[in-house]
């Protein structure tokens, strides 16, 4: 009868799995931002109604009640940037787009690739703009076609190429404000605005470096920012900056990510 009681079959196992990652994913999402606090309120609350329920304390419970009972609404509107980000990792961090092979069944084409001389060209500007402090924002489209903050900016649709790269960042071009956007082989626009993170960065990060990581947040593209401040180079991906990166490590990630794979 005990033992009947207590038996913990595979599936228990793998839906504490789940549950863990699910909300460990949640935690990550929301951490330093201010929906971490209003989670941890609301988590209060439940806990508060429970204890409330237990005792049997009718009026209050019945007044809590009534929150908790539209709580799911509640939370679909405050949470709705998260969980909006929430979906974009779920369709991009675990590549589920590649591997329903979506693109191929409606025909989309495959992955954005760059090649070789083209991730070179894209550090060496980089590089050269990190030289001369000169401020630059550049996002490298992943699967999702941005089209939102294409249509922000000039389109462009000219080969990746350094010298146009430094020319469009350069102080006195009437596109330097923005981001230019890269998909493939080709830059599609300048001037492009970006949303900006709500994350609590250092102090330090301007707008530049929040609007690298918001878009990183909202698709799965890559952002690359040389300050104008300090002329590093940063790079941000799935909501995370990694700061100060030297140019063979830009050029280890480029490469890993957007590298044409040799056809087999
Ligand atoms: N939402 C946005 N989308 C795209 N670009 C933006 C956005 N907001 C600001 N920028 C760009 O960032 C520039 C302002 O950068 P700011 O000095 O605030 O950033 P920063 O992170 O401190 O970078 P830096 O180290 O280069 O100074 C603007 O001139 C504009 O080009």
Not at 97 to 118: C, M, P, T, Y
């Amino acid at each position: 009868m005990i033992s009947a009681f207590i038996t913990i079959r595979f599936l228990d196992i793998l839906d504490i799995i789940l549950v863990a990652i699910l909300i460990y994913q949640l935690y990550r999402l929301i951490k330093g931002t201010v929906a971490f606090n209003i989670a941890v309120g609301l988590f209060s609350l439940y806990l508060l109604w429970l204890v409330v329920k237990a005792l049997n304390m009718e009026l209050l419970g019945s007044i809590m009640g009534q929150f908790i009972g539209v709580g799911v609404l509640a939370l679909i509107i405050v949470f709705h940037p998260e969980i909006r980000k929430f979906l974009v990792i779920i369709g991009s961090r675990y590549n589920l787009n590649r591997l329903l092979s979506f693109d191929k069944l409606f025909g989309a084409g495959k992955e954005k690739v760059i090649n070789h001389q083209q991730i070179a060209s894209l550090v060496d500007a980089c590089e050269s703009m990190s030289k001369t402090k000169t401020g630059a924002l550049i996002i490298i489209a992943g699967n999702s076609e941005l089209n939102e903050q294409i249509n922000t900016g000039e389109l462009i649709n000219a080969e990746v190429s350094s010298s146009l790269i430094r020319t469009l960042f350069f102080k006195n071009s009437p596109l330097h404000d923005g981001a230019i956007i890269i998909k493939g082989t080709r830059i599609v626009a300048a001037g492009c605005i970006l949303p900006l993170t709500s994350k609590s960065l250092d102090k330090a990060l301007g707008l530049r470096h929040r609007a690298a990581v918001g878009m990183s947040e909202n698709s799965d593209a890559l952002s690359i920012v040389v300050s104008e401040e300090r002329g590093s180079i940063s790079v941000a991906e799935k909501g995370e900056i990694k700061r100060r990166i030297s140019k063979e490590a830009l050029i280890q990630i480029l490469e890993q990510r957007f590298q044409e794979e040799v056809p087999v």
